[in-house]
């Protein structure tokens, strides 16, 4: 395979992966907070600033949103790196330069898929039709996947699409999980707040009852977010709070979208792009293989000690074996 | 007409309708489809006509507008209506295609080597050596298995007389076959029903016949060749077929920059590093396949290709240098090339020429220029032509003055009338008639070769306009060739 069309067949999984979670969380976290329990979660400021901060939009932090606005960039402003119409283009215009070696049902779903995005009424988008829209985006997502999975020969190309997608889903997936605890320690804040304002004992203990619920409800956003929630029911059969919603989807190798389950994917496909019988050192399939097991083996305890170190260490080493893959694999 | 579809169809006793004969009768070979239209009503119509549409913009089959700000996708105008040729007419046609691109070959070989056809004095001297389009750098070099013009394009034209002219041969990198294979599909799922009522000639057997053409050329000493289709990429008007050709041949589509030459080998740079190419159906012009040997600023070829490929490392297809046997001056030396390399008759006819340098031609000229098109021999794309029956006096006399001047810078040919087809205009929302040409594809191997029962059918889709190319607002139909 050419390193060229290579490295277009990788951002073509990337860009896919990452339309759907953009969407996703927009979907989930809008819809979710329209009956949020309390005021705050409720708050349409509070539920745009976390929008805007999963897709590392941080121009406007501290100011007063406009819904429309906020919605428009999100979905389907062309100027908006992050916005879910960009990310169509860019798989459509990577799958473009890879179009001889994608079957024709996967290209044909993908043009589809851009021209249902290009064509969408922007105003009935900001006002009446979010939910239509991004169902749409998510179910065209998971067609272009059963595609990717069905109609191509499961060799090289194949297994760097899948690579890409799984490195990108790992990353959006810690990026979700990072904005909504950034949502609730906003909330905490907020609760912590108001019990120092309330100490008479009765309606301290009902305070702290309610904020135990508005919290996990929190938690329970971030699994539907990541579309986990049934399954981690299933799984931990507890109300979901920090330690077990955490371990389930950074940490569960059962879980289709976990963290360890992602790099689990991506140091199986990068095996099939290696013909190297003794892995280097520093090498991409060496980094991808030191992390895995890295997650592999560790308790989530270790990680809810120090969220945040935890969050930006994973982040670079993502980056790094993107960059890592970019000298090795695709340059041309 | 009675059906609503053809209230404002016209009838032209002058020009050759394919569908309706001169007592606006249907042709028989089209009753069948009308019974289908007749059922159908305006709405209906205008529907399936935009689920067609739909059909060219999820297959991407589109090219970039390039506006002030932003680019926009359009598709080439596609007619629901499919222009048929029966059986005997299209035996015709494909021998004699076969028999010129043949010829053609033959040619290019002769001029490349010994010349014998100048020496016979047919083709006169300075008709090769004063053409652009002749390589020096390939006098004297065998190209793998014979072959120059692996793929050819022929133009064709159906006169009011009812016979099939050949307009133009296209022996460069003539463009257009993957629209066959997409106005089908699209066809297809527009008009599914139809399709049981006929018996047609399937043209999606294109793509492999052409990867055994290529595999016919490789270079000697290689057993299984690696072919690849070498495309200036994705910004090129003609990159869905450059792609759609190597996605149906199963080979790479390289640009030139995943390309590079040491040792005079030609390698493809790939993810576990060189890998060595031997056939490349290059869809890039002679002059910009090699910055070291023709144009030094193109980025869309590889440096070193040429000197490979004079090597015998790669082959090219087609060959380097074809351009100087398809241009309008050789175009009226084909019959008597065709006679003197195959020793036959001319199967397709050439519009007739005369050549002013002749005195008897002349003086025919001279007497009937309100009938014919003044042509000088050495320009492309239209210029210096003057249409006899749309000059005034005065024009004329300039013309005469013109040509007696300079016998030799200029020919004439009698004024063609295209044939006419049933065309869906959009705008009227009914049928009307279409001047329509034809271009048909030939591929030569070594001891193999391919035509394909079909073609692309291109329609002049404004009133009365006889050009059909896609850049003067030209659409296109789908071809059915009937079955014995």
Redesign the interface.
Known sequence: MLARVANNLFWMGRYIERTEHVARYLSVNYFSSLDAPNEFSQSRQFVLQSLLFMVGDTEKEDKILDEPDVLFDIGLNNEKEYSIINCVKLARENANSARDLISTELYETINKFYHFVLNYCVEDYKKKKLYDFTTNIIEFTAILKAKIRNTLLQDEAFSIIRLGLNLERSIQVIRIINAKYNDILIIKGKQNGQISKNNQSVQHQELLKEHRTDISLEWSTLLKCVESYDMMRRFHKKTPDNINTLDFLILNENCPRSVVNSLAEVAKHIQVLSCEKNIPKNSSIFLVNKIYNEYKYKYIEEIEVDFRTFIEDILKKLVAISKKMEEEYFTY | MDLPLFSSYSYKKTLFDEVFEKDEKIRDMYKTLFKVYSDRSIDDFKSLNEKAKASF????ITFQVYGNNETKEKIFPFDLFPRIIDNTEWDHIEKGVLQRSKALNLFLWDVYHDQNIIKAGIVPKEMITSSVNFLEEMVGFDPPGGIYNHISGTDLIKHSDGNYYVLEDNIRCPSGVSYVICNRTALKRALFGIFNQYKIQTVTDYAQNLLEILETVKPEGVDNPTCV?LTPG?FNSA?YEH?YL??GMG?????G??LFVENDFVY?????GPKRVDVIYRRVDDIFIDPDVFNPDSVLGVSGLFSAYLKGHVCLVNAPGTGVADDKAIYTYMPDIIKYYLNEKPILKNVHTYHCSRPDDMKYILENIDNLVIKPVDESGGYGISIGNKLTQEEIEVVKSTIQKHPRKYIAQPIMSLSVHATYIEEEESFESRHVDLRTFTLLGKDKDFILKGGLTRVALKRGNLVVNSSQGGGSKDTWVLKK
Not at chain 2, 57 to 60: A, E, K, T, Y
Not at chain 2, 251 to 255: I, Q, T
Not at chain 2, 268 to 272: F, P, R
């Open positions: 913009f999820n297959q991407g289709v994705v990159y792609s190597a996605k080979v790479e589509l390289v640009e920059r995943d493809m740079k790939t993810i576990n």
